[in-house]
């Protein structure tokens, strides 16, 4: 599912990646943890192609996307890859609906057709009643389900989660942790989620831990 080999990357004189090796099956959830600076929101910038490695070659999917254009390219991220964030990075001027059909709208779909499965997805995720508010209306628990929705908007083989929970309460992390792994049972999506919450690492399939640009500690 997920392949990436000598992963390498500079900024300035800063080597934050020094070749970093990592291989995910489909629906494995993989969470890695090390401390702030060891490169983790970086990599997971690389695997999803948001960041350009220096070195390294990296497939998903079988897609060797050191070949794509950046127009292919983005395509294949909106398609394939799906984007949870510590901070939500919702759209204030819009919905709760509006913001979970935007995946659906940048690939070309009208709004007709991209409803249903937003609110399919609210509904899936216990916020349809709240569809038609903005974000600065909702709680953090209900941003992140909303930002969760958006993620799965275009089933995505591959959901990277960046901090995921880090601003929310300890029951609604909870849930949250919960609802990844609901998911990859019923859609068989494949998880990388980094993460400081120890509860929500130990959980998963695999747990990497990077430090200093490296992954120093996998665990079957």
């Not at 990075?89 to 057709?113: D, K, Q, W, Y």
């Amino acid at each position: 599912m997920i392949e990436a080999k000598g992963i390498r990357k500079r900024f300035g004189t800063l080597e934050v990646l020094k070749g970093v090796d990592i291989s995910v099956a489909q629906g494995e959830v993989v969470s890695i943890v090390g401390a702030s600076g060891a490169g983790k929101t970086t990599l997971l910038q690389i695997i999803g192609t948001l960041e350009k490695a220096d070195e390294g070659a990296l497939r998903i999917d079988g897609q060797d996307l050191a070949r794509l254009g950046s127009n292919a390219l983005s395509a294949f991220r909106n398609k394939h890859i799906g984007f949870v964030f510590q901070f939500h990075h919702l759209l204030p001027e819009f919905n709760a609906l509006e913001n979970v059909m935007m995946p659906g709208l940048i690939a070309g779909r009208s709004r007709t057709e991209c409803m249903p499965r937003a609110e399919d997805l609210l509904t899936r995720l216990n916020v349809i009643a709240r569809k038609e508010h903005k974000p600065g209306q909702l709680s953090g628990g209900e941003q992140q389900r909303v930002a969760v929705a958006r993620a799965l908007f275009n089933s995505p083989s591959v959901v990277l989660a960046d901090e995921p929970s880090g601003n929310l309460d300890s029951a609604h992390a909870k849930e949250l942790h919960q609802l990844f792994f609901e998911l990859r049972k019923e859609l068989g999506q494949t998880f990388v989620i980094v993460t400081h919450n120890e509860e929500l690492a130990d959980m998963a399939d695999r747990k990497l831990t990077m430090r200093d640009g490296v992954i120093v500690e996998p665990r079957p």
